[in-house]
């Protein structure tokens, strides 16, 4: 049986891949994708959504959700400061536009609705800002009961690439960061930069997706170019011409979870720190004697997670 998932995307190039590899993988049923303010401001993450989607065929409902931060007033810094620093996602995904919509219900009513009637398991796959997750939560807090398992792609414990502290989809909003992972959820997973910087794809492996002719394979290699491109140029990967694909991560994790190693730790983020904002604290040496909350991938198996990309994007 396919394992059922719902993805929560902020959706630029790199969500772009996991809601592919999600709604491809033979071993996988995304249910549904819900959307949120962060890579871009939600509506154009709504209508990335849907341009993926509708590139591939497949009909996964899109369920918009919140535009603006938890508790502050909007996004911490001018989007065009971020669009300046280079072109890794763009407002748009360079797909036609969608003919499909999205669903008129909200996306924390959505999450809440759904989990709260669910009779089978449902990860839960946040891979933006976990605003629309510590919105259900503070909603329905019986919620927490009813996830079976939460994979997140945020934090970094030794690494930071919106501040020198804070990886950016904790950044966005530190303070529902902190509000799901002081939530008691079971079997958290997270995947911290870490992890995704260990996994990395490069131009070879964008163009064996590329060769294999498909459409999933062809926009795969051309969102990753995109990523290599501004890699290159802002943030230098160890090894050059190449990238992470952060979010694909956690997807690969629920078909394969040796794709990463780790161990489990307590989690928290800082929200008030005048350098620190949006750091996660990964307790590494037990030293809050805080019992752990998470399991955090610390290390990545590039070859098994690009091998999966790849053979999954030719059949489609």
């Not at 060769?211 to 501004?230: K, L, Q, V």
């Amino acid at each position: 049986m396919p394992k059922k998932l719902i993805l929560d995307v902020d959706t630029g190039t790199d969500d772009a891949v996991a809601l592919m590899l999600a709604a491809l993988h033979a071993d996988l049923e995304l249910v549904a994708a819900t959307t949120v303010n962060g890579n871009n401001p939600v509506v154009n993450c709504t209508d990335n959504t849907l341009r993926v989607f509708d590139l591939l065929g497949v009909e996964v409902p899109v369920y918009e959700g919140m535009a603006t931060p938890m508790i502050r007033d909007d996004f911490p810094i001018p989007r065009e400061v971020i669009h300046e620093k280079g072109s890794m996602h763009g407002l748009e995904l360079p797909l036609p536009k969608p003919h499909s919509v999205k669903e008129s219900r909200r996306a924390v009513e959505f999450l809440v609705e759904t989990y709260m009637a669910a009779t089978e398991p449902i990860a839960l796959v946040p891979v933006g800002p976990l605003t629309n997750i510590a919105m259900a939560i503070k909603l329905e807090p019986r919620i927490v009961d009813r996830i079976p398992e939460t994979i997140i792609m945020g934090g970094g414990h030794e690494v930071g690439n919106t501040t020198p502290a804070a990886e950016f989809n904790v950044w966005v909003d530190p303070e529902a960061a902190r509000v799901v992972f002081g939530a008691g959820l079971r079997n958290v997973v997270v995947m911290p930069l870490d992890a995704t910087h260990r996994a990395l794809v490069s131009l070879d492996d964008c163009r064996r997706m590329r060769e294999s002719g498909t459409p999933a394979g062809r926009a795969a290699a051309d969102f990753i170019d995109r990523r290599i491109t501004a890699y290159d140029e802002l943030q230098p990967m160890d090894t050059l011409h190449t990238a992470p694909v952060h979010d694909a991560l956690c997807v690969a994790y629920l078909v394969d979870p040796t794709v990463v190693s780790g161990r489990r730790v307590h989690v928290d983020v800082e929200t008030r720190g005048e350098l620190t904002i949006g750091r996660t604290v990964m307790d590494t040496h037990a030293v809050s004697g805080e019992e752990p909350n998470a399991f955090v991938a610390f290390d990545a198996d590039a070859p098994k997670f690009v091998s999966m990309l790849i053979e999954t994007f030719a059949r489609r």
